[in-house]
Each structure stands twice: as C-alpha cells, then as structure tokens.
C-alpha cells in the first residue's frame, strides 16, 4: 500500500494524544480521523464507520472493534495483559511514549502487511505475559539463529529488521538501505537504533561481526 493513501482510524480516549496523532499522520499525509466503537463515538462531530486501512486504537478498548481492519495497539507496558483473550486483528504494539517515529513505523508497517513493537514491550511479552490473539505481533529470533557466546541477549527483531540487518550485512549505508526498502532514511536510523538496542551490540560492525544473516 503506497505511504500516502494510508487511512487511519483512531479511537483513542486521552485528546491530547489524539490531536498529536492527527496531526502526526495528517503531516506525513495520511487521513487520519476519530472513529466509533461500541462505547460510542469518540467527537461527536465525527462521522460513524469511516472506512480505515489501519486502526490505532487503545489497549483497553480493543473489544470494541468493529470491521476487519488491522490494528496497532497503543499501550503503556503494565496493560500488555489486556492482548490475552481480545479477538481484534492486533498486528503491532505501541507504548503512549513512545516517540512520534514510532507511531509512524507501525502505521506504515502494519499498512504494508508487516507486524511491529515497541522494543520497550518485548521483554515484558517475552517475559510470560498472556498469549497475544492470532495474527498479533509475537516477536521471536529467527529459526536457526543459535545462541553466540558474548552476546548479552537473543535478539527479537522484526521482519523489517532483519531486513535491514541484512542489508547493513551487505555493507550498505543508511542512504542506501532507505532507497532498497523505499523508506526514509530516518527510518533506518531509527531501525538502527532498535536493533542494537534489542541485541545489546555497540555498533554495526559488532553487529555484522557476530550476527549473522541467512542467505
């Protein structure tokens, strides 16, 4: 799905939020607009079942979907819990504090097919919290990545991330991993940033050193 015919639906309680989310996608020119769950319209100057490709939507209210659409889940790490039992098509997780470049990495990614989480979340779901519902974003190492002593811990990056590994495996820089995955490259600096975080490497050439990539 091309980056600029995004719609998003939002259902969002906390207005301040709300308004930085609109403005945010509005700003990478997307069509981003309030929409109505089973409790109610959020605005009352919104219109019902506006069609979305992708819901941002709060941990709490997800059985309060209607349609089909996929959904990011915004969250703060103590509410992960509620993923266990909800039936909504939950393909990525973001914590509220995150940073803007989050929001827009899973909207764009969930948009495109792909699943996304904030790194902050992956310990705590890793960590024996409630199974997240079919099709929700569970990230695990790749098969066939064995345990290499060193390492401070496995890593749990998402498809796109080792995507990016993978490339930076091929000694290509930013500017040339954004024109081969056709995103910004602000994008892979903020991949970047993900991966060494969640694999506790200093620096890409650790990284390509001790990482390796299939095929």
């Given at each position: 799905?091309?980056?600029?015919?995004?719609?998003?639906?939002?259902?969002?309680?906390?207005?301040?939020?709300?308004?930085?989310?609109?403005?945010?996608?509005?700003?990478?020119?997307?069509?981003?607009?309030?929409?109505?769950?089973?409790?109610?319209?959020?605005?009352?100057?919104v219109?019902?079942?506006?069609?979305?490709?992708?819901?941002?939507?709060?941990?709490?209210?997800?059985?309060?979907?209607?349609?089909?659409?996929?959904?990011?889940?915004?969250?703060?790490?103590?509410?992960?819990r509620?993923?266990?039992?909800?039936?909504?098509?939950?393909?990525?997780?973001?914590?509220?504090?995150?940073?803007?470049?989050?929001?827009?990495?899973?909207?764009?990614?969930?948009?495109?097919g792909?699943?996304?989480?904030?790194?902050?979340?992956?310990?705590p779901?890793?960590?024996g919290?409630?199974?997240?519902?079919?099709?929700?974003?569970?990230?695990?190492?790749?098969?066939g990545?064995?345990?290499?002593?060193?390492?401070?811990?496995?890593?749990?990056?998402t498809?796109?991330?080792?995507?990016?590994v993978?490339?930076?495996?091929?000694?290509?820089?930013?500017?040339?991993?954004?024109?081969?995955?056709?995103?910004?490259?602000?994008?892979?600096?903020?991949?970047?940033?993900?991966?060494?975080?969640?694999?506790?490497?200093?620096?890409?050439?650790?990284?390509?050193?001790?990482?390796?990539?299939?095929?």
């Amino acid at each position: 799905m091309a980056d600029d015919c995004i719609a998003v639906g939002l259902m969002v309680a906390r207005l301040s939020l709300r308004r930085r989310l609109t403005r945010l996608f509005a700003h990478r020119g997307w069509n981003a607009v309030a929409c109505e769950g089973a409790g109610g319209l959020l605005s009352s100057d919104v219109p019902s079942d506006v069609p979305s490709d992708v819901l941002v939507v709060d941990i709490d209210r997800l059985d309060e979907i209607r349609g089909a659409a996929p959904v990011v889940a915004l969250t703060y790490g103590s509410e992960i819990r509620h993923l266990g039992a909800v039936k909504a098509d939950v393909r990525a997780v973001v914590d509220r504090d995150d940073l803007d470049e989050a929001f827009l990495e899973a909207v764009q990614e969930v948009a495109a097919g792909h699943g996304w989480i904030s790194p902050t979340l992956v310990r705590p779901l890793l960590r024996g919290q409630p199974s997240a519902p079919a099709g929700a974003v569970r990230p695990t190492a790749v098969p066939g990545q064995p345990h290499r002593p060193g390492r401070p811990h496995d890593p749990a990056l998402t498809a796109r991330e080792y995507e990016v590994v993978s490339l930076v495996s091929k000694g290509m820089n930013n500017s040339e991993i954004a024109g081969a995955l056709y995103i910004a490259e602000s994008t892979v600096k903020f991949h970047m940033s993900n991966i060494l975080q969640k694999t506790g490497f200093r620096n890409r050439g650790q990284l390509v050193a001790r990482m390796p990539v299939a095929g």
